[in-house]
C-alpha cells in the first residue's frame, strides 16, 4: 500500500500552535513528526533541553521545525539553520501537532474470530480486534477500541472512547477468601462488575478484577499502564496515571489527578486523596493525604524538595 503524503504548511502551524516567539528560517512544508536527533529538513520535532544543551541540540538538528521553551537564555543571539517555534510546553504541543495531523485513523470493524455472546448490541463505530471475549451482559461504548485477544467480564461496563490494548482482562473474579475452623479457604462469590468510564486507557495484560458485591470503578480519562493488576472493590478517580507494574489491591480508593509511579503497591483498603504522586516502587500501606508525594518501603511523605 502506498504511503500517504501529508504536508502541512508553516502558516498551518504558526496559527495552530501560537508560538511565543519564532527564530530561525520559515520551513516551506513538514510531512511527517520525528525525534530531536533524527528529523530531517521534511520533520517537526521538540525539546526539552534547558540552557546550553538546548542551544547544542536546536544548533545541530536537521529538522525543518522544533518546539523548545521560551526560557532558553541566549536565544536571540543565535542564528539557527532550522525553524524554532518557542512555546510554553514543547511536549505538550509537539503531542497536540501529532494529534491534529498525524494521528493514525481508528480501524472499526468486528474480527471474525471474536466471541461475542448472545444479547450484546455493539455500536458501528467499534473496533473489535481477533480472539476477543465479550461476556453476557456486557455494554461496550461507542468508539472503543479492543484488541486482540481481551477478555471483558459478565456485566461490564465501558464507556465511550476506551482503548483497550491486548491481552487484558477486565472483569474476572477476584481472590476473596476466608478460612475455615479447620483452616481451607472458603470463597467469597464475586458478584460485581466492572465500570469502565469514557476516555480511559488500558495497557496491555493488565488485569482489573471485578467487584465483590459492588463494582470495580476506573473514572473518566484515566491512564492504566502495562502489567498492572487492580482488585476488587477498586475505585480510582478521574484522570488518574498507573503506571506500569503497579499492584493496586482490592477495596483502595484512589482520588482524581493521582499519580503512580510504575512497580507501586497499593495496600487494600487504603485511600490515595486527590494529586497525591506515589513514587517509583513504594510501597503504600497507610491513607495519602491530598496532594502529597510519597515514596519508599513503606511509603513516607517528601516535600518537592528532597
Not at 102 to 108: A, D, L, S
Not at 257 to 274: D, E, H, M, Q, Y
Not at 279 to 301: F, N, R, S, Y
Request: hydrophobic residues 40%.
Amino acid at each position: 500500500m502506498k504511503k500517504t503524503i501529508i504536508s502541512i504548511s508553516f502558516a498551518d502551524l504558526k496559527n495552530y500552535l501560537k508560538p511565543v516567539r519564532i527564530f530561525g528560517q520559515a520551513v516551506g512544508q513538514i510531512e511527517a513528526p520525528a525525534s530531536l536527533d533524527n528529523a530531517q529538513r521534511q520533520h517537526i520535532t521538540f525539546c526539552m533541553h534547558k540552557n546550553e544543551k538546548a542551544i547544542t541540540s536546536l544548533s545541530t538538528t536537521g529538522a525543518g521545525l522544533v518546539l523548545c521553551r521560551d526560557d532558553i537564555p541566549g536565544l536571540e543571539t543565535m542564528t539557527f539553520k532550522t525553524c524554532v517555534f518557542t512555546v510554553s510546553n514543547p511536549r505538550l504541543s509537539f503531542i497536540q501537532c501529532l494529534q491534529k495531523y498525524f494521528k493514525p485513523q481508528k480501524q472499526v470493524g468486528v474480527h471474525q474470530t471474536a466471541i461475542i455472546d448472545e444479547g450484546i448490541i455493539l455500536p458501528q463505530n467499534v473496533y473489535i480486534g481477533p480472539l476477543v471475549h465479550i461476556c453476557s451482559g456486557a455494554k461496550i461504548g461507542e468508539e472503543t477500541v479492543i484488541e486482540d485477544r481481551v477478555y471483558i467480564g459478565p456485566d461490564t461496563v465501558i464507556g465511550r472512547n476506551v482503548y483497550i490494548q491486548a491481552g487484558v482482562v477486565i472483569g474476572c473474579a477476584g481472590q476473596g477468601f476466608e478460612r475455615t475452623e479447620t483452616g481451607e479457604f472458603e470463597k467469597f462469590p464475586q458478584l460485581g462488575n466492572v465500570i469502565i468510564e469514557d476516555d480511559v486507557e488500558i495497557g496491555a495484560n493488565t488485569t482489573i478484577v471485578r467487584g465483590s458485591l459492588a463494582s470495580t470503578r476506573i473514572g473518566k480519562g484515566s491512564k492504566i499502564g502495562h502489567q498492572v493488576n487492580i482488585g476488587h472493590n477498586t475505585n480510582i478517580g478521574s484522570h488518574v496515571f498507573i503506571s506500569a507494574g503497579a499492584v493496586v489491591c482490592g477495596s483502595t480508593r484512589i482520588g482524581d489527578f493521582a499519580w503512580l509511579a510504575p512497580t507501586s503497591c497499593i495496600r487494600n483498603k487504603v485511600t490515595i486523596g486527590n494529586n497525591v504522586t506515589v513514587g517509583l516502587g513504594a510501597v503504600v500501606v497507610k491513607d495519602v493525604g491530598e496532594g502529597l508525594t510519597v515514596i519508599g518501603m513503606p511509603a513516607k511523605e517528601i516535600s518537592i524538595e528532597d
